[in-house]
């Protein structure tokens, strides 16, 4: 008769349902799409003029321009934001196709992990960038950095939960026994708030 064990257990269904987790990265995908598209445009003006004033460029330390400018936001010659738009369509397309039933072969879901792993892992790193070297931050970037973190963490769930990732057995059976338990959730939760944390107690006194 306990109801919130009812209610958790109602809960943990959905959440690893393929309902939740792909509809969790359409979502995540498209707020990264729209950021990284706005990126670019900005990037394109600050390319025509590197003192525009862009719309979020709030103060000295809430700056697009400020890292927009800076040589880490074109790390490949070109701005970062165009990997956005290269990157999340194909991530929006398995999310809309595996919502309607299909399910992609292992090695192109591996393929995709690898992928993304990167993508996720060079968001970090601009985003160490902006707080450590650059000195401010960029909200465009910020949702960038939040959307990339889910996709990311529901790609890799489902990637550990249909066995997509190749890893060995007793690894494999460990992987699934932790996102059956929804410690991913938690991992990530505690992470995210790490980084708002960071944010805060950094840049909320300097805009005082």
């Known amino acids: 008769m306990p109801r919130p064990v009812g209610v958790l257990s109602g809960l943990s269904r959905l959440r690893q349902s393929n309902t939740w987790i792909f509809a969790t990265m359409l979502v995540s995908a498209c707020l990264s799409l729209t950021a990284s598209f ?11 003029d590197p003192h525009a004033a862009l719309s979020c460029n709030i103060n000295a330390v809430i700056s697009c321009g400020t890292v927009g400018t800076s040589w880490q936001a ?6 970062n934001a165009f990997l956005g738009l290269v990157a999340e369509p194909v991530v929006i397309t398995i999310a ?12 192109f879901m591996l393929s995709a992990q690898i992928v993304y792993t990167i993508g ?11 707080y450590f070297v650059i000195g401010a931050l960029c ?26 990732l ?17 410690l991913d959730v938690l991992v990530v939760a505690v992470w995210l708030m790490a ?9 909320v006194p300097l805009m005082a």
Not at 74 to 79: I, K
Not at 96 to 101: I, R
Not at 120 to 130: I, K, N, P, R
Not at 140 to 158: A, G, I, N, P, Y
């Open 38 to 48: 706005v990126l670019s445009v900005d990037a394109i003006v600050l390319a025509a």
């Open 74 to 79: 074109s790390l490949l010659g070109f701005p």
């Open 96 to 107: 809309v196709a595996s919502l309607g039933g299909v399910r992609f072969p292992r090695w």
């Open 120 to 130: 996720v892992v060079f968001a970090y790193w601009l985003f160490f960038q902006a």
């Open 139 to 164: 909200p465009w970037c910020l949702l960038v950095t939040l959307s990339t973190t889910l996709v990311f963490t529901s790609l890799t769930h489902v990637n550990i939960r249909d066995g997509n």
């Open 166 to 182: 190749y890893l060995p057995e007793r690894a494999s059976a460990a992987a699934r026994r932790f996102v059956a338990a929804d």
């Open 195 to 203: 980084v708002v944390m960071m944010v805060v107690t950094k840049y």
